[in-house]
């Protein structure tokens, strides 16, 4: 055993790394849950994104507008899902999953002739004066623009729903529906725009793992992160903080068991292996102990008629 | 009147598509993970192809991809099956108790399952002596690496993989008396986020050279990021990321084996077999050694390469000791396959436990 190959300073920035993509997804899920409306697509969007801001990028030699490119893409995907639920009223569970199936079917489309290339690279940005404090510096502020942008999202999440008019109306429209309509709100019009809003970010996260944590295209490269980031929002009982930490504490464990895999520590490494999953659940179980629970329209198909 | 007669004249149009695709012999493949994951799974659709090209309109070939290893295998055998396959290739260690039950209950139709041992008069099982080629990988490994650092990421801790592991280290250990294997499980066979992280943290601690069990190219990707860190090739050429990282590879041909056995099924001369061929048969081959390496270490491996495709060399040749220092093979002992199809030991100087 060797404790001391394992630098603390790049385990937690690559501890941040790994929790960023997983972070985008949930905390747009989230959104998406707390208006009302469960979207199970998140691994078909962050696919698409992953392929559209991979695309995009290489063509335009941009990873600002690939980035872009990417939410749109999730967005795009997210408005099917939209139409599907919110205009058909289709059922929410079959459509999430169909448009899981879709993305990820879409993107091996997509991808075909992008295998194999290197996207151009994404530059760290390194804020002056506060990346040269020693130890702290490059962990907080050398980073990519892109994880700084999702820590800015829990936050701007957590205060506009937490504060604001608009974030009181998106809960009552996912507390319930029925009400929020009686009282002239347009349930569908504020679904859809929630649900446009949680395709993005999980586009974001797609596209994070392809141009910044992997960087290349492959098929399903996504390998379940979308499912991860679903129940990363139940298990943070929709609270964005609670998100932020279960991301960091799955993306963590992970980077974390595999130094201790490399540095040879003597625990099996099925224990380590679990480790992620098992101590994410466990914290976020203890947390939500209080009494916090689903929006009370979660799922439900809303009719102005009804 | 008009749709009544519409639907009794596509019927009868089905009816006799499907007479005349009874006489094409339908091949079945199932995958663990995409066909675009540039390994494996893309080597083994490779496969799938030579087949359609070498029969063309006999035969019709049907592939699932992303096959998770457990109850779903079952189920897609169990559809390819219902829908008339033939011969039905299952293309990952993982299916084998799902092919075992699905071969059960269709004893007409022919199985093959790759990498594993279980066999039944329906169900044949092939491999390819991959350890063949990760001696050859082992011997430049051990000579490129300055760190005297080998980071190895592992899969799954089946005899595949340790056998894999086992023959590397031997190989770079004797170029290399200095050189280190640290070793990084995944459980995955397929990744590329979590394959990145394992190259990558491999690489923070010190590894310059990356080994992959792991079936994507993400491993090539993280290296190239890092510089300086060499990289090979699994199951195929990875050919876009040489000369470097890439410097050489092994690479699965599946293709002569899937065509003589597809032919083996249309003439009904099928039968149950255990194929295991390495270098010399060409179900492995090493990719181009790139021009990173110097021409001395290069010329070296090349004749590790064609001694093992002679006969004349076998990767586990005495003397050889298992991790705990007991004697294994004697000076000049050869590994039975038996031994080696079941190994579940590192040999002598690799740290660390292989998970039980």
Known sequence: MDLSAINPVLLLASLMVAATPILLAAIGELVVERAGVLNLGV????????????????????????????????????????LLTQVALANQVASGLALTLFGLGLSSLMGQSYVGIKPPHFAEIDIPLFSDIPVLGPILFAQDPILYLGLALVAGTWAVLKYTRAGLILRAVGENHDAAHALG?????????????????????????????????????????????????????????????????????????????????????????????????????????????????????????? | MKLTKLLATAALALGMATTAMADKTKVGFVYVGPVGDGG????????????????????????????????????????????????????????????????????KVKFEHATGYKTAPNVSVYSARFYEGRAVQGTIAGRMTKSNIIGYIASFPIPEVIRGINSAYIHAKKVNPDVEFKIVWVYTWFDPAKEADAAKTLIEQGADVILQHTDSTAPQAAAQKAGNVITFGQASDMAEYAPLPRVSSIIDNWGPYYVRRTKAVMDGTWESVSTWDGIREGMVKIGEISSAVPGDVKAEAEALRDAIAAGEYHPFTGPLNKQDGTPWLKEGEVADDGTLLGMNFYVEGIEGEIPQ
């Open chain 1, 185 to 306: 709100y347009k349930v569908v019009r504020i679904r859809v725009l929630a649900i446009l809003f949680g395709g993005a970010c999980a586009g974001l996260g797609g596209a994070y793992i392809s141009l910044v944590r992997v960087p290349q295209w492959t098929e399903g490269m996504t390998a379940g992160a979308g499912w991860i980031a679903l129940a990363l929002v139940v298990f943070a009982s929709w609270k964005p903080w609670r998100v932020l930490i279960g991301a960091w504490l799955f993306g963590g464990i992970t980077v974390l068991q595999l130094n201790l895999q490399a540095a040879g520590v003597a625990i099996p490494v099925e224990y380590l292996a679990m480790s992620p999953y098992l101590v994410t659940i466990l914290v976020l179980v203890i947390l939500s102990a209080d009494k916090s629970s689903a929006p009370a329209s979660l799922g439900r198909t809303f009719h102005a008629s009804t």
């Open chain 1, 43 to 82: 691994e078909g969007m962050m696919i698409v994104g992953a392929i559209t801001g991979f695309a995009i990028s290489v063509e335009t030699g941009s990873p600002w507008l690939g980035f872009l490119a990417a939410a749109a893409g999730g967005a795009v995907l997210a408005l099917l899902f939209a």
């Open chain 2, 40 to 107: 494996w799974t893309y080597e083994h659709d490779q496969g799938r192809k030579a087949v359609v090209e070498a029969f063309g309109d006999k035969v019709e070939t049907v592939y699932v991809e992303s096959v998770p290893e457990g109850p779903d295998a079952e189920r897609v055998m169990t559809q390819m099956a219902l829908n008339g396959a033939d011969l039905i290739f299952a293309t990952s260690f993982g299916y084998m108790d799902a092919v075992q039950n699905v071969a059960k209950k269709f004893p």
